[in-house]
């Protein structure tokens, strides 16, 4: 068989995931300020439209913009004053680190724990890469 017809069969056994380029969106924070503190009302619902549980994010958002914060139902309360278009930043940041594959750039990854290194395990290529813990 040459490298061509190899590379063809090969091609022709990918799931078809692979090939669909949809458009991933991030949802944008919807949230105001209330007093010295800040409310994002769909909080949980970005965390879901990531794949990923809320109090991840949570740890990873708070961390970056070091502040006191925590969740209330839906919805996150940050302790200060916080821009969305930073908070819309920082979830930006997570989502490269711990959602999209650095070889494809779906969102089709999972987090997986080994002993003490996170690994993000993508399900449309099969590529697997170390990430840091938070």
Request: glycine share 6%; net charge positive.
């Amino acid at each position: 068989m040459s490298y061509e017809e190899l590379l063809k069969k090969a091609r022709q056994e990918l799931p078809e995931s692979v090939f669909i380029k949809e458009r991933f969106e991030i949802p944008k924070v919807k949230g105001f300020i209330q007093g010295n503190n800040t409310i994002v009302v769909n909080f949980v619902q970005i965390a879901k439209t990531l794949g990923r549980e809320p109090e991840h994010l949570l740890k990873f958002v708070l961390k970056e913009i070091a502040a006191p914060g925590k969740l209330d139902g839906q919805r996150l309360i940050i302790g200060s004053k916080i821009s969305a278009s930073l908070i819309n930043q920082k979830i930006k940041l997570y989502a490269n680190t711990y959602v999209l594959c650095p070889e494809c750039g779906k969102p089709d990854t999972k987090l997986i724990k080994e002993k003490t290194v996170s690994s993000l395990k993508c399900a449309a290529c099969g590529a697997k890469h170390p990430v840091r813990l938070i």
